[in-house]
């Protein structure tokens, strides 16, 4: 280690601080203050606080992984249950919003690969155009023809209709 013989540019601290104590007969209000609201307010509120925190951190609650539960189709609800129809109408709303949105997430990804391929696009893109293809043909056999005022009801009659169709089909190419 070098020896620096300026002393005055590198100046050593003193070895003790003088420490100023005044000495009076009564206690320092602040300190008064601060001791009060430490226990009066801060220690329970904390305490409070802590204990919210460690109930939310056994059971955490994640919104946007938020599943509800599955409730009965509308063909399983008794006669004169009208809550039970109240529910699966609400179920098949969410169902229609769900398949709309896939049916829209799987139309962005082929307009994206159509402008990120160009003119090779009919090559590069034939899965995502044949996924969209049966996608908007599944989506359009459900929920196709009832309009904006679709109704669970009036799905499960195409439905019916529908599966009544097929089976004339079948019988008659059995035949």
Known sequence: MSKDSDWEAYK???TRTPVS???TSFPNPVDFIQTVFNYVVDTPVTFVREWIE???AKNKFYYYHQKFRRVPDLSECLEDDYLCFFEAEAQWKRDRLVNQEIVEVIRER???CKQREGPNQFQ???KEV???AQVTKTFQDIYGDLGVHGTARTCLM???QRMMEERKKQEAASQ
């Open 12 to 14: 050593v601290p003193p």
């Open 21 to 23: 104590e005044r000495v």
């Open 54 to 56: 460690r109930q939310q």
């Open 110 to 112: 082929v307009n994206a």
């Open 124 to 126: 590069n893109c034939a």
């Open 130 to 132: 044949q996924l969209l």
């Open 158 to 160: 195409k439905q019916k």
